[in-house]
């Protein structure tokens, strides 16, 4: 698996939802239209990594308690619930309430389940294709 590409998937809010103070982890139920989607890319040879920043918040930052508390909870939901993945990849920072990632190659979740591969190229190419040469978008 893994020869056309990579995809690098966030787990809470992305394959399932954000939990509440008073949900647990291992009752959250996934998206199944990403989990379908994220087959669909697995058997067509993408590799899937998991990259979540569960509890770096709770835990401030510190990857020996994320292996500890938070890695088997979520490596028992992934195979529970049968969500392909290659890889997870604990200990990605968490932006805080009011922060975001940025990325030139990132997709919402509502545009992967909805588009196919060329679109979703498409997407990309045509947020990167704003940012004029000389450093400034056009």
Not at 24 to 49: A, C, M, N
Not at 111 to 137: A, Q
């Amino acid at each position: 698996m893994g020869n056309k590409g990579t995809l690098i998937v966030d787990l809470d809010g992305t394959i399932c939802p954000i939990k509440t103070k008073d949900e647990k982890y291992e009752d959250l139920v996934p998206y199944l239209e990403v989990v379908d989607k994220l087959r669909e890319w697995r058997e067509s040879g993408f590799r899937i990594v998991v990259f979540t920043a569960r509890n770096m918040k709770t835990h401030q930052g510190n990857l020996g308690l994320i292996n500890v508390h938070t890695a088997r909870i979520i490596l028992n939901w992934l195979d529970k619930w049968e969500v392909p993945y290659d890889e997870v990849l604990y200990g990605k920072p968490w932006p805080g309430e009011s922060g975001f990632y940025i990325d030139d190659r990132a997709i919402r979740p509502d545009e992967f389940v909805r588009y196919s591969l060329n679109e979703l190229e498409d997407i990309v190419e045509s947020g990167r294709s704003k940012l004029s040469r000389g450093g400034t978008y056009a």
